[in-house]
């Protein structure tokens, strides 16, 4: 109906929706990239035991689990948008750590796990914290669409990630430089993030 279509134009040239998507595609970005190369990176370039490499993953999960329940009580206290940025800092911090693990001689074991803790802190809480943000700033009547369309954001950059950062490790020889890749679009991640502080219209 008219009403229903009113809702919709509005919710198209809602700036936020796209800013939002655009954020949560960068961290389809910057998510694959310990999935899909901090194994290799920690047995080839940290010369960790395969068997340790491997488990880094886990890893992962352990940090998650500690992060979702934190980040998520400090967003219901100050704010949805600050506890996204904190998780973003979070990941930020844990991929600088994962990059520079190797230069610490005898201490690179307990820097990179150190590291991917602190990584999956950060990364425990993204997934609740933009979808519980995307149901704060839009209304009832749009937030379904809101919802499935930041998912196909997300998806873009999940499917992209890999191969454009195995590509940049294959040019550099090197897998810091994939990681470096996920800093890169943390911040990015961030920065669109910020921009949904606007109730602008797209023209």
């Not at 009403?3 to 595609?25: E, P």
Request: aromatic share 14%.
């Amino acid at each position: 109906n008219e009403k229903s279509f009113r809702h919709l134009i509005k919710f198209i040239k809602d700036l936020r929706l796209w800013m939002l998507g655009i954020s949560y595609m960068f961290v389809g970005f910057y998510i694959m990239v310990p999935f899909t190369f901090l194994t290799t990176y920690a047995y080839q370039e940290i010369l960790l035991p395969y068997n340790i490499a491997a488990a880094l993953i886990s890893v992962i999960a352990i940090g998650a689990i500690p992060g979702k329940l934190i980040l998520a009580s400090f967003s219901e206290g100050a704010g949805r948008f600050k506890a996204m940025i904190l998780s973003g800092i979070m990941s930020i911090m844990g991929f600088t750590g994962i990059i520079i693990a190797g230069v610490f001689p005898s201490l690179e074991f307990i820097a990179i796990i150190f590291s991917t803790i602190i990584y999956g802190i950060g990364y425990g809480s993204v997934w609740p914290l933009y979808m519980a943000y995307a149901s704060d700033i839009f209304s009832e009547e749009t937030v379904g669409a809101a919802l499935g369309l930041l998912t196909v954001f997300l998806g873009i950059g999940c499917m992209v990630s890999p191969p454009v950062a195995g590509w940049m490790a294959d040019l550099t020889r090197t897998f810091k430089i994939s990681f470096l890749f996920a800093v890169i679009t943390s911040l990015l991640s961030m920065l669109f993030l910020i921009l949904t502080r606007t109730k602008r219209k797209l023209s």
